[in-house]
């Protein structure tokens, strides 16, 4: 079975700021590895995923993951945030293609001005 | 491309009801996932179909949650009688199919159990 963990329920972080969230996953397997958002009162919006190849992977709105093997970590950075990032993000993981996806309990990001 | 539909969005019953929610995926979509999202935590499957077969149940408390996909198309996931512990969001995704990595998710419905 597998089991993901976001080290970070809450971050607050000022405007143009970098943020970093921190997520680490256990697995028996080789698993593939994605971060997803959700703003308010919406679903859950891919940001990128990691199937193969490079280790780094960019994903949308600026955002980019790099995943350690070795550290089972799969950590997301921007260099600088918006207002508009204010959301939670969740990292998760599947063992598969058309497997279910197993999350971590997801973090909180709140940009302020 | 229309995204994945759900409705309601909100609802709100008392503890012993039951209660049903839709979910239309995105056209041409065979792969369909129900997930719990209690408040706090990360959303957790409960059912995967791929057209109107069930490919994984195994989350699902079967005592009280029930959910079909009979024309393989959109879904109804039925909860009877609710307990105060399934408020929480429950959020329909659909996939292309099961070589697909990604799942397209809907905006939610919101269960307050009173």
């Known amino acids: 079975a597998q089991s993901v963990t976001q080290l970070d329920s809450q971050v607050p972080v000022f405007e143009e700021a970098p943020v970093e969230l921190r997520c680490n996953y256990s697995?028996?397997?080789?698993?593939?590895l994605f971060w997803y958002v959700q703003y308010p009162n919406q679903g859950l919006q891919l940001l990128l995923k990691?199937?193969?190849?490079?280790?780094l992977v960019k994903g949308i709105n600026g955002f980019e993951a790099e995943f350690n093997k070795s550290q089972t970590s799969f950590h997301l950075r921007k260099p600088s945030v918006h207002i508009s990032d204010t959301a939670e993000y969740f990292c998760a993981v599947s063992k598969a293609a058309g497997n279910k996806l197993t999350f971590g309990g997801g973090t909180r990001v709140l940009v302020k001005p | 491309e229309a995204g994945v539909a759900q409705s309601p969005r909100y609802k709100i019953i008392e503890k012993r009801q039951s209660v049903a929610f839709w979910c239309n995926p995105i056209?041409?979509?065979?792969?369909l996932y129900w997930y719990q999202q209690i408040l706090g935590q990360g959303p957790k499957l409960l059912i995967q179909?791929?057209?109107?077969?069930?490919?994984?149940d195994s989350q699902l408390p079967k005592d009280r949650f029930s959910a079909e996909r009979l024309k393989g198309v959109d879904s109804t996931l039925k909860i009877q009688p609710a307990k105060l512990e399934d408020s929480a969001v429950y959020l329909c995704?659909?996939?292309?199919?099961?070589?697909?990595?990604?799942?397209?998710f809907g905006p939610g419905t919101r269960l307050t159990v009173t």
């Open positions: 995704a659909s996939s292309p199919g099961l070589s697909s990595y990604e799942q397209y």
């Open positions: 697995s028996s397997v080789s698993v593939y």
């Open positions: 179909f791929q057209n109107n077969g069930v490919v994984d």
């Open positions: 990691y199937l193969s190849g490079s280790t």
């Open positions: 056209s041409g979509h065979a792969t």
